[in-house]
C-alpha cells in the first residue's frame, strides 16, 4: 500500500473514531527494517497529543488499515488503560505472582478487546474488510498441540 492511501486511511479513521479535532495525532511512517512491530504508538495523554508509528518496510500483518484502526483504538481506550495500571501498581507489589498475573492478564485483556474493537469497526468502515491472518500462520494446529500426549483413558 502505498503512503499517500495510508496517510488518507489514517486521517479517515482518526474522524470516524472522534480522535480529532479532540487530539493532535501525527503518522510515522517506519522504513528500518529492524523494527520489529507492525504498529505503535506514542502518546502523551496530559496534552492530548499521540504519534501513531506504522511499520511500512516490513509489516507482520497483510491489511495496514486494519492496523492503523487498532492502533486508533488504543488511543481511544488509553484513559482506561492507565486507570487500569495505576490499580494494578497501587494494589500489587511489583514482581510478585500477584502483579505478574495481574498485568498480565490485564494486557491480554486488552489486546483482545481492541482488536474485536478494531474488526468491528473495519467491518462497518473498511475499504479492505480482509483480517491478518499472521500471528495464526505461524503457531501450531489444535491437532499438532497435542501430538505424542498420553490418552486419559
Not at 45 to 52: E, F, G, V
Not at 113 to 126: D, I, P, S, W
Request: include cysteine.
Amino acid at each position: 500500500m502505498d503512503n499517500e492511501k495510508i496517510t488518507r486511511l489514517f486521517e479517515k479513521y482518526c474522524g470516524k473514531l472522534r480522535i480529532t479535532p479532540g487530539w493532535d495525532v501525527k503518522l510515522e511512517l517506519i522504513d528500518d527494517p529492524d523494527w520489529k512491530k507492525t504498529g505503535d504508538f506514542k502518546i502523551d495523554c496530559d496534552d492530548r497529543k499521540a504519534i501513531l508509528m506504522l511499520n511500512v518496510k516490513n509489516p507482520k500483518q497483510e491489511n495496514i488499515e486494519e492496523v492503523i484502526v487498532h492502533e486508533l483504538m488504543h488511543i481511544k481506550m488509553y484513559p482506561l488503560d492507565q486507570v487500569t495500571e495505576s490499580l494494578i501498581q497501587s494494589n500489587f507489589e511489583e514482581g510478585t505472582p500477584g502483579y505478574e498475573f495481574a498485568y498480565r492478564q490485564f494486557f491480554t485483556t486488552l489486546e483482545q478487546t481492541v482488536e474485536e474493537l478494531a474488526k468491528c469497526f473495519l467491518l462497518e468502515y473498511g475499504e479492505d474488510r480482509s483480517f491478518s491472518y499472521g500471528r495464526c500462520e505461524k503457531t501450531k494446529s489444535f491437532n499438532e498441540l497435542y501430538d505424542g500426549l498420553n490418552s486419559i483413558e
